[in-house]
């Protein structure tokens, strides 16, 4: 439920408000908007059945809200959150950039990536230390080595760091060298990690399930919200079609979903999203005119010997050139790069 004040309700109509609910032992979500202010209610779903608060002084009317999800919905939190990443922010006028390789393979290999990536704007500096792969055979991450590199790396050319934690066990160590902590897409379903994840003070980037709907993976977000992290940032990487040209099917329609149904920001991986290199720009330029609010993109200074992904990865000089034809996309849909 969520209950929506007057314009002229006072600080003590709201807290009469709060102070009534809390005795039910009701979670409140605070909304102060320019207009109005909105209380979201959680908790036991008899109680809030029951409840009328039409009532009380300052409450213009009481909204039952369907869905499951309501930490992450737009109807509990109207205004867009922005998600302030070290000084980097994400769901406002910006459109924040990810850049670096899918793996770490070496202290040499990411200190080139980055310092191409920083010149060129990148703000964030991605890169996997743990992969989770398909083939057992194929090129698991250098773990804790990788993380030390991305760390050093990163720091060397004042970027922030995005990886991917794929054990529960691994959450705290990965926090330790990681400046927002990515949830891969086999794993947005792991409501263990996920239920962790919500006790992490790190911002949370939640990567689209293979197959998942809309609704679930609202809900794979609600459950990191529940946990008392609010620092949560939706991945459109593509899902599985029965379509095989591209890795994945992009699926831009999506970005305007969430917009509509969540005030959580929301990043595009064009990247895995295609897994083609030549798909990366023209597929970077329609997110941005869809409204994403970052990309990530992937880059390697020598694709063709990658020890992972090398086919979708941009060089150093494609995506030079890509990002001096993103300006114009995002002054056109209002934004700035």
């Excluded at 980097?88 to 899918?102: F, L, R, S, T």
């Excluded at 250098?142 to 590199?149: A, D, P, Q, S």
């Excluded at 994945?248 to 990247?271: F, G, M, R």
Aim: proline fraction near 4%.
């Amino acid at each position: 439920m969520i209950i929506v004040m007057s314009p002229n309700a006072t600080k003590r109509n709201i807290d009469n408000v709060i102070k009534k609910l809390e005795r039910l032992n009701l979670r409140t979500h605070l909304s102060e908007g320019e207009d109005r202010t909105i209380v979201g209610v959680i908790g036991d779903k008899k109680i809030i059945a029951n409840l009328e608060m039409e009532m009380m002084a300052g409450v213009e009317k009481t909204v039952r809200i369907t869905e499951k999800y309501k930490l992450v919905s737009r109807d509990f939190h109207p205004l867009n959150t922005i998600v302030d990443v070290g000084g980097v922010k994400i769901g406002g006028d910006e459109i924040v950039i990810m850049a670096g390789p899918c793996a770490v393979e070496n202290f040499e290999q990411l200190r080139e990536t980055a310092q191409a990536v920083k010149n060129c704007g990148a703000k964030i500096l991605r890169g996997g230390a743990f992969k989770p792969r398909t083939s057992p055979y194929d090129f698991q991450g250098l773990g804790e080595e990788g993380l030390k590199i991305l760390r050093e790396v990163a720091d060397e050319f004042d970027l922030k760091v995005v990886t991917e934690v794929v054990d529960r066990g691994d959450i705290e160590l990965v926090e330790n060298y990681s400046d927002i902590l990515q949830v891969g897409a086999r794993n947005m379903q792991n409501f263990q990690m996920l239920k962790a994840l919500g006790e992490s003070k790190k911002p949370i980037m939640l990567k689209r399930g293979l197959s998942a709907t809309i609704s679930e993976w609202l809900n794979a977000a609600e459950y990191i919200m529940n946990g008392g992290n609010e620092n949560v940032i939706f991945c459109e990487r593509g899902i599985r079609t029965y379509e095989t040209f591209t890795r994945n099917t992009l699926d831009l329609s999506a970005v305007a979903a969430i917009k509509e149904l969540s005030h959580l920001p929301i990043v595009v991986d064009p990247s895995h999203g295609t897994g083609r290199r030549a798909m990366v720009a023209p597929m970077s330029r329609a997110a941005i005119a869809a409204g994403a609010d970052a990309l990530m993109i992937e880059v390697h200074p020598h694709p063709e010997i990658a020890l992972s992904d090398g086919n979708q990865s941009l060089t150093p000089e494609d995506f030079k050139n890509l990002m001096e034809n993103l300006s114009d996309i995002a002054k056109a849909v209002g934004r700035i790069l």
